[in-house]
């Protein structure tokens, strides 16, 4: 067992050929080699070329001697591309790496929130628990597909259309939905609910209406 007790800052790197190194930042470090475990703490910081991930404590599974999951507490992250832009937290964040070393899935639990910028709109997920689903694009890491479980709601804002109005605020609530984004992550594509659900439009303009519907 190793033990680092005072401003902790290493690289990990993985073995797969598209595997970018994670800079890891904490005030105190534990690594059970036999339990393959990286243990951070009180505070945590995990960057990994466009990710920046800022939490309480985490702990890093290990397998085959790189990153399979990560665990952090009360964890706040920030994913920024030229083109897009995604901001999550939640009280519990959980990422599952795949064997080349992307992110596949980020589950937050409590609280769990994530707000996705891309030109035209910007689109803010809430629930008692949301998934996110990453696929590999031209060696880029975006999101494909969102599900929200419980008290879950989407709040669609639009951008100025070239003419300077904007159309409607679109606020969807349910207990469950799902989001599904177009190839390249930057817009969103479908969402699907399969239970009762409610839209509300907001109006952004005097001759809009404000209504809410119900299905």
Known sequence: EMHMNSQVDIYLTGKGKRSKPMHVQSERLVYQEAAAKIFLGPWSKLIRENTVV??????????DKQIDTIDA????GVDSYPKRHLNYAADMLHLTYNDDGELEKMNGVGNAHLTSES???ETTVKANMVDLYFETENNENVLRRTLANGNASIEAKP??????KYAETKIIVSQTI???????????????THVPT?????????????????G
Not at 73 to 76: L, P
Not at 159 to 164: A, S
Not at 178 to 192: A, I, T
């Open 119 to 121: 030109k035209g709109s």
């Open 73 to 76: 507490d009360h964890a706040h």
């Open 54 to 63: 800022d939490a309480g404590g985490s702990v890093i599974n290990m397998k």
């Open 178 to 192: 799902e989001l599904k984004m177009r190839k390249g992550g930057k817009e969103l594509e479908e969402v699907e």
């Open 198 to 214: 409610s839209l509300e439009l907001l109006p952004n303009q005097p001759i809009q209406h404000h209504r809410i519907l119900h």
């Open 159 to 164: 951008e100025p259309q070239p003419d300077g």
